[in-house]
């Protein structure tokens, strides 16, 4: 019997996630754009992305009960090297027709961050951010938890793109995130 693994991929190990979806469709499409790639693996009612870059083994799991926002999930996200590729992954996004927020040099959960927020067609959200500044005690946070709202993480200022169209969101309700400010 085999005792290795059937697929290949550069990393000692990669994060898998199975993710219920109402139409696997619109949640495939999405995905596409989020990944610049096709699935991997079709099949009735389930895709799989098999990303090398993240590396993520994302399966799609078509369901007739709760997605999205039912779940108790906050946000998923895929950290990047640099604020060009946070920029590359808006441009896609914003060119397949998906409303994206873009927050540039937001502290959030004591770290500076430039990122790009997407909701994919069952209301889960989606962060790409590139780290620009892990020193968080130098940076000034309201009190309590990073990152609990519905609205997502982070961003006084938020600049909401759908389909090339930018206009400024006010605060959002937030109650560690604020533009970044040295102490």
């Known amino acids: 019997m085999n005792t290795e693994s059937a697929v290949e991929f550069a990393t000692a190990s990669r994060i898998h996630m199975g993710l219920a979806v109402r139409d696997l469709e619109k949640s495939t499409a999405f995905y596409r754009v989020v990944f610049g790639q096709e699935p991997t ?3 009735p009612r389930y895709a799989k992305f098999e990303v090398a870059e993240p590396p993520v083994n994302l399966a799609l799991n078509e369901v007739g009960g709760a997605t999205g926002q039912n779940n ?3 946000h998923f996200g895929i950290q990047v090297k640099s604020t060009e590729a946070v920029r590359a992954a808006a441009d896609r996004l914003t060119a397949a027709g998906i409303a994206v927020d873009v927050e540039e040099e937001v502290t959030c959960c004591y770290a500076v ?4 927020w ?3 067609p069952d ?3 989606w962060e790409i951010f590139v780290l620009l500044d892990d020193h968080g005690a130098q ?3 309201s009190a309590g938890e990073c990152c609990s709202t519905a609205e997502g993480c982070c961003g006084e200022e938020i600049l909401h793109t759908t389909a090339g169209q930018r206009e400024t969101r006010g605060s959002a309700t937030t109650v560690c995130c604020s533009p970044a400010q040295a102490t």
């Not at 961050?113 to 790009?116: A, R």
């Open 139 to 141: 940076h000034q946070l």
């Open 123 to 125: 209301g889960n959200k």
């Open 72 to 74: 108790i999930v906050a």
């Open 41 to 43: 693996k079709t099949r």
């Open 113 to 116: 961050q430039n990122k790009v």
């Open 118 to 120: 997407a909701t994919d």
